[in-house]
């Protein structure tokens, strides 16, 4: 690409060429290195002050316009080529100086998102026809007003700047006002929920002493067989055990209440389901084989019967 | 006509089977073209070695996801054979339309990289960005001769095929591979081991390190690789989930969303009664994958916990 600035504005500061004092701004990536776009025109004008993200010249690439945005804040110092000549990806297309410090930087950074605000805002409320004309003064105006201020003495007029700040101002305030009834209601209904989500919590974790004081509705009646109910499953395997053979029904019954009054917690009841839960491949086979399932002895996590267990059982029957 | 099988190439690297697989079908079928990106990530693609042999008009570089999506739909239309690189890491929800757009543009085979080179892995995996059509195969080998075997048969396959290799075992996986036209049917598992208590079902890199873990309970791990998700081997999975009774289905980062669901619905639809423990997804956090040891082993402490169940 060539080096040649633009003829129309002489530069308020010559640098060296090669070298960028500033922010360099290339054409974006075209999908091809044999693609050339094609320059339209510039938005902006060497010494017009540019804010993040803010179109700076529109190319066209084919048919298709597309605008380059600038990545940085601060004023347009340089350009590199002029309206109807091609550019490729990559290409350095102007130079951004950035804003003189970085607070300036920030504030127009800030600046430059408030200004989205306003703009939906105005979106919102007006909601016409000539709404886009209304979007592009307003940023126009928002940005110029922000530099003028600012940074740099003024450039080309931008006959909507005066009118931009209070325009601002009033952008400002509606997000405040939005936060605000947020706020408000927040703490009421979290002061009444926490202690509500106490006294729930506590009976579940607890188990037996806060039942006493909890839920005194339910417990009184039923104070022992509480504490039997949490292994719902347990009783389930028992009665089948019973069907199977109702002499071990009881033996397994007695070791079971002792686990379940000293562990309350997730523990406990783990090993007694697993001690308790028969695979379906190992009912499967137990059924098939008439394997006694209570005669097998389990080698699997909490004395479960595997599979295995249940071979070796079939197996060892045959043998003898 | 050239001999369809030579002898066994007796050791090359996954990235290495990979490129023979490309230049064996390039040079078979004119049609076939290369998309690749440019190159990120400073590993080598398999697409580095063809550029020179067959010029950049077959072995196209683009700039990124969406670009290529578009060059393959427009070929693929035109009735050419685009094979397509795209880094997993790289493509975002945005990306979704374009791929779909792609896959019902013809027959295409869409290589996806995933792996920690590859601008990692997305948290919510590539399942998601696949649509959910009928034609689409997806496969993923995790050998070198699965993947020259598998990449061919994709190649000449009718419809698209989702190719997804780690690049992780591009350099890292060596085995021998069948010269020529060697070709791996879609829809095929493959027995890595027998084991007679537990069968780990993974692919690509996962399968990698559930053999490895495999090995330090020899006998006891059976290992299956699935190599093609889309269609699943039913027979495979359903004969060795009878046959122990216990499953543990270990999946590499990123794939953690429909993968293992629609093994576990296989599993219990077919066989529940055989089960005798319930099916356990190991998902891998990718920072456990990042070192391959720690892979295997927590897929290791898995299938000994399951073991023991």
Known sequence: MSWSPSSEQSLPQEAPAPSFAGVELTVPDLGSPDDQATLVDWTKQIGDPVAADEPICRLALGELQFEVRSTAAGTLTRVFATPGEGVRGGDSLAEIAPAADGSELASSEDYASSEDYASSDDYASEGDLDSDADYSSNENAASTGDFGSDVAPASDGEPARTGSEPEAAVAESPPEAMERPIERIEPEPLSEVAPLEQEREEPFYAGEPPGEAGEPDLEPEQPEPEPAREPEPAPEYEAKSHELDPELAEPVASPRQPETTSDVKASGDDAVNWSHWHSPVVKMLAEKHGVDLSEVRGTGTGGRIRKRDVIAHIEGAARS | ?309
């Not at chain 2, 004119?30 to 990120?40: E, F, K």
């Not at chain 2, 080598?44 to 010029?55: A, K, M, W």
């Not at chain 2, 948290?123 to 034609?135: H, K, M, N, S, V």
């Not at chain 2, 053999?211 to 060795?240: F, T, Y």
């Open chain 2, 1 to 309: 006509m050239r001999p369809k099988y030579r002898g066994v190439i007796p050791w090359i690297t996954y990235v290495d089977a990979l490129t023979e697989a490309l230049r064996v079908e390039m040079r078979r079928d004119p049609t076939v073209l290369c998309l690749a990106g440019a190159s990120s990530s400073g590993v080598q693609r398999p697409t580095d070695e063809l550029v020179s042999e067959f010029g950049p008009s077959r072995v196209r570089e683009h700039d990124g996801g969406p670009s290529i999506l578009a060059a393959a739909s427009a070929a693929a239309s035109e009735g050419m054979r685009p094979v397509c690189e795209l880094e997993l890491g790289a493509l975002g929800d945005a990306d979704a339309g374009a791929l779909a757009a792609a896959v019902s543009s013809g027959a295409l085979v869409l290589r996806l990289v995933c792996g920690s080179a590859a601008g990692g892995v997305s948290a919510r995996g590539w399942e998601t960005l696949l649509p959910e059509i009928p034609e689409l195969k997806v496969v993923s080998p995790a050998t070198a001769a699965d993947a020259k075997g598998l990449l061919i048969s994709a190649i000449r396959h009718p419809d698209p095929v989702c190719f997804v290799e780690s690049s992780d075992l591009y350099s890292s996986v060596v085995d021998g591979v069948p010269e020529g036209e060697h070709v791996v049917p879609l829809g095929e598992a493959r027995l890595v081991r027998q084991g007679t208590e537990i069968v780990v079902l993974a692919h690509g890199a996962a399968a990698v390190a559930a053999e490895r873990a495999a090995k330090q309970m020899p006998g006891e791990v059976g290992v299956i690789d699935l190599r093609s998700l889309r269609p699943l081997d039913r027979d495979a999975i359903v004969a060795s989930a009878k046959e122990t009774g216990k499953v543990l289905i270990v999946e590499q980062p990123g794939t953690a969303t429909g993968l293992a669901a629609s093994l576990v619905e296989l599993i219990y639809e077919e066989l529940p009664q055989y089960l005798d423990a319930p099916v356990k997804d190991l998902g891998i956090t990718v920072t456990e994958a990042g070192s391959n040891g720690q892979w295997t082993q927590s897929v290791t402490e898995a299938c000994s916990e399951l073991v023991a169940f």
